[in-house]
């Protein structure tokens, strides 16, 4: 079983800087990808940014050049820097993590989420 905790996130006035992490634990052969969605109250989730195993980044374009993610491959941990911060980027926050297990099956799984509120 693989596991998905999100941490940090909080409240920011406009134009501010929020950053959170994922922790992923469990027994893991090999992540594929990591990323980050998010979810605004009454919208479908969707695709923040996120990382490939060969390295790619891919950002939601309301995001590019704000937002920048990063990993540290030997703690398994994924970071999202959200900076200049909008009220449109208020939403719950939430890591996703791809791969495959120790004994060669595939996962993909949730945290709980992480909410982000930008509000004056």
Request: hydrophobic share 30%.
């Amino acid at each position: 079983q693989v596991q998905v905790v999100e941490s940090g996130g909080g409240s920011v006035q406009p134009g501010g800087s929020l950053s959170a992490s994922c922790a992923v634990s469990g027994s893991i052969f090999r992540i594929i990808a990591m990323g980050w969605h998010r979810q605004a109250p009454g919208k479908e989730r969707e695709l923040v940014a996120q990382i490939h195993h060969g390295g790619g980044h891919d950002y939601a374009g309301s995001v590019k050049g704000r937002f920048t993610i990063s990993k540290d491959n030997a703690q398994n941990t994924l970071f999202l820097q959200m900076n200049n911060l909008e009220p449109e980027d208020t939403a719950v926050y939430y890591c996703n993590v791809a791969g495959y297990t120790s004994d060669l099956r595939s996962f993909n799984s949730w945290g709980q989420g992480t909410q982000v509120t930008v509000s004056s």
